[in-house]
């Protein structure tokens, strides 16, 4: 689905429903992930408040809506935190409207609800925008509201779109739209088989996110046929003895992949490089949380790998939402734009059926700002990845991400 400004209305083509504009569609989009969800990286950040003490109930504020059609779409966003608004928040909220004018919508309300940054309050904005008449429930954006919020809408029978890029978040009619390490891992690995690549040593973080990544790399590495020889966990911030030990073995693999934060990699890359284990002698393999300027010029890196969403969909994306609403946006309010977008595309085309199942995992899947993706019957997503070589403080696209899904998505 093709989401973009002037929106006239909707058209099939390959079996995915897709948006065309005035104006050329937008282009597809990137990751420059910094730490916060919708990126692939560490468990769900909590920026919000804790759960409402004492096992007092709490209640959803009146919130805000946008538009007046008669489809009603809950968008469920952390306003306000602690210390008060939250502009990650207020981000979403604001990509909401985007996409709203961008699609020329009169037939949709967005009931846009505050969950306070905890569980109780994503429970509480749920049920109320439910009894508001909400078709379909998009958002939160961390794993424990998420959870709530869909305990609510399943008990209702409404489906979720959500932001957390946990992966215990998601089951049947509780879908993730976010960047999910998952993904990232098996492109890369499938990248590094094509490749000529045939086996490949771990070097990995002794955090949730490291665990993650291992459990998908050890999968992918099976459905690839690549042998894993050697696996080295570490402490986070402790990598030179685990990296003298696979210097030791460095006869037993042609590659390594390494999970790790951009903000942890100038300690690893000083070790890699003190170890002889350079992207010049070995190749190295990493994750989106590399697209990071702190990463592009270290020396162990040159020549590295990693996957992410291509840029100039978000950039474009960036610029019209700055011209709008006079700031940047989050990196994940293409999230909400994508997810406001699709609910607007569907109850265009789709009819009384525009929120079923079989609609929302449609396997030809849709297109977005952040390029294509699809959700399978379990929750999670797959999505449209390049693959980037770092080099020269900068990173190239080597392999570009598929514009269309092949296959069932099975």
Request: hydrophobic letters at 45%; glycine letters at 12%; one cysteine or more.
């Given at each position: 689905?093709?989401?973009?400004?002037?929106?006239?209305?909707?058209?099939?083509?390959?079996?995915?429903?897709?948006?065309?504009?005035?104006?050329?569609?937008?282009?597809?989009?990137?990751?420059?992930?910094?730490?916060?969800?919708?990126?692939?990286?560490?468990?769900?950040?909590?920026?919000?408040?804790?759960?409402?003490?004492?096992?007092?109930?709490?209640?959803?504020?009146?919130?805000?809506?946008?538009?007046?059609?008669?489809?009603?779409?809950?968008?469920?966003?952390?306003?306000?935190?602690?210390?008060?608004?939250?502009?990650?928040?207020?981000?979403?909220?604001?990509?909401?409207?985007?996409?709203?004018?961008?699609?020329?919508?009169?037939?949709?309300?967005?009931?846009?609800?505050?969950?306070?940054?905890?569980?109780?309050?994503?429970?509480?904005?749920?049920?109320?925008?439910?009894?508001?008449?909400?078709?379909?429930?998009?958002?939160?954006?961390?794993?424990?509201?998420?959870?709530?919020?869909?305990?609510?809408?399943?008990?209702?029978?409404?489906?979720?779109?959500?932001?957390?890029?946990?992966?215990?978040?998601?089951?049947?009619?509780?879908?993730?739209?976010?960047?999910?390490?998952?993904?990232?891992?098996?492109?890369?690995?499938?990248?590094?088989?094509?490749?000529?690549?045939?086996?490949?040593?771990?070097?990995?973080?002794?955090?949730?996110?490291?665990?993650?990544?291992?459990?998908?790399?050890?999968?992918?590495?099976?459905?690839?046929?690549?042998r894993v020889p050697l696996i080295e966990r570490y402490k986070p911030g402790a990598p030179t003895e685990s990296i003298q030990r696979l210097a030791a073995a460095r006869d037993q693999f042609d590659a390594i992949?390494?999970?790790?934060?951009?903000?942890?990699?100038?300690?690893?890359?000083?070790?890699?490089?003190?170890?002889?284990?350079?992207?010049?002698?070995?190749?190295?393999?990493?994750?989106?949380?590399?697209?990071?300027?702190?990463?592009?010029?270290?020396?162990?890196?040159?020549?590295?790998?990693?996957?992410?969403?291509?840029?100039?969909?978000?950039?474009?994306?960036?610029?019209?939402?700055?011209?709008?609403?006079?700031?940047?946006?989050?990196?994940?309010?293409?999230?909400?734009?994508?997810?406001?977008?699709?609910?607007?595309?569907?109850?265009?085309?789709?009819?009384?059926?525009?929120?079923?199942?079989?609609?929302?995992?449609?396997?030809?899947?849709?297109?977005?700002?952040?390029?294509?993706?699809?959700?399978?019957?379990?929750?999670?997503?797959?999505?449209?990845?390049?693959?980037?070589?770092?080099?020269?403080?900068?990173?190239?696209?080597?392999?570009?991400?598929?514009?269309?899904?092949?296959?069932?998505?099975?």
């Open positions: 689905m093709d989401f973009s400004t002037g929106f006239r209305g909707p058209f099939r083509r390959g079996g995915a429903l897709r948006l065309f504009a005035g104006v050329a569609a937008l282009a597809l989009a990137a990751c420059n992930p910094g730490a916060g969800p919708g990126i692939p990286g560490a468990r769900d950040l909590r920026m919000g408040a804790p759960a409402t003490p004492g096992g007092q109930v709490a209640v959803a504020d009146a919130g805000e809506n946008i538009g007046e059609g008669a489809v009603k779409v809950a968008l469920i966003v952390p306003l306000t935190g602690p210390n008060g608004p939250s502009a990650v928040g207020a981000s979403l909220r604001n990509a909401a409207k985007l996409a709203y004018a961008d699609s020329g919508s009169s037939d949709v309300t967005i009931l846009v609800r505050d969950d306070k940054s905890s569980p109780a309050g994503a429970a509480a904005a749920t049920q109320a925008a439910i009894n508001e008449g909400a078709e379909i429930v998009l958002g939160p954006v961390f794993a424990t509201d998420v959870k709530e919020a869909g305990r609510v809408a399943r008990s209702a029978g409404k489906p979720v779109i959500a932001f957390s890029t946990d992966t215990s978040a998601a089951g049947h009619g509780q879908y993730l739209l976010s960047f999910l390490v998952e993904g990232h891992v098996d492109r890369g690995l499938n990248f590094a088989a094509q490749k000529g690549k045939k086996s490949v040593a771990v070097l990995a973080p002794e955090n949730d996110y490291g665990t993650l990544a291992l459990g998908q790399f050890q999968q992918s590495a099976a459905n690839y046929g690549l992949f390494i999970p790790e934060q951009a903000d942890a990699m100038p300690a690893v890359s000083k070790e890699l490089v003190a170890a002889g284990l350079d992207s010049k002698k070995v190749q190295i393999i990493g994750t989106g949380l590399w697209n990071d300027a702190r990463t592009l010029n270290l020396p162990a890196l040159q020549g590295a790998w990693f996957s992410a969403p291509e840029n100039a969909g978000f950039n474009a994306f960036a610029t019209r939402y700055k011209a709008k609403f006079g700031s940047d946006p989050a990196r994940i309010a293409t999230l909400a734009y994508d997810a406001v977008s699709l609910a607007i595309a569907l109850s265009r085309s789709q009819g009384s059926q525009r929120y079923s199942e079989s609609v929302l995992t449609n396997p030809s899947g849709f297109n977005g700002a952040d390029g294509v993706f699809r959700f399978k019957p379990d929750g999670t997503n797959e999505r449209g990845l390049s693959i980037l070589e770092i080099g020269g403080g900068a990173a190239k696209i080597i392999s570009p991400a598929p514009r269309t899904f092949t296959g069932n998505g099975a």
